[in-house]
């Protein structure tokens, strides 16, 4: 317990905060041997869609953090940033994937990054992060899986976006007469 006033150095934030996060995956796993509906599933909203993460896949949801741009990349890619001493590549998923519009930068904005697991470091930028959903209790139309409200959701799996060549590809096509 942290007296009033006493502040950690960051190193111990860093700590403390791996503790929870082993704390909180240990609970889901009893969740999921215990009879219990597996919670598995992140649920976020990127432009006017939510979507669903495998847990396994997502790494931390940290707020809006301040993005260097990198010159000559795709306009989706929006730079890089300092989470917790690593750079990390930002990308605007709404508009990698077609969407127009400004890049989500309201109270509710969150940055995902993706597990070290998928050797990428890289964060999606979403509107706002849902938390923790069970897609056990969802029934699926399509693609899609629906809530009790009647909310839709698509699942999206980083692995699989990691592994697109066009989301590896950040650089800007430039001409040949402009190198």
């Known amino acids: 317990m942290i007296a009033d006033g ?11 905060l791996r503790d929870y996060q082993d704390q909180l995956l240990e609970r889901m796993q009893a969740a999921k041997g215990g009879g219990g509906a597996p919670i598995q599933q992140l649920g976020m909203q990127v432009g006017a869609t939510r979507y669903l993460l495998d847990l396994v896949e997502a790494g931390e949801i940290v707020p809006l953090a301040p993005l260097t741009r990198v010159p000559l990349t795709l306009p989706w890619y929006l730079g890089l940033a300092n989470v917790r001493g690593v750079l990390v590549g930002v990308v605007d998923l709404a508009r ?3 969407e127009d519009g400004p890049p989500p930068s309201g109270p509710a904005a969150r940055m995902v990054t993706f597990s070290p697991t998928l050797g990428f470091n890289c964060a999606l930028l979403a509107d706002r992060v849902y938390g923790l959903r069970q897609a056990s209790g969802m029934r699926r139309e399509g693609e899609t899986l629906v809530d009790a409200d009647d909310n839709i959701w698509t699942p999206l799996s980083l692995a699989a976006l990691v592994r697109e060549a ?4 950040v650089a800007q096509a430039v001409a040949q007469d402009q190198r």
């Open 166 to 169: 066009r989301f590896q590809d």
């Open 96 to 98: 990698y994937l077609g």
């Open 6 to 16: 006493e502040r950690l150095d960051p190193a111990a934030r860093r700590a403390r």
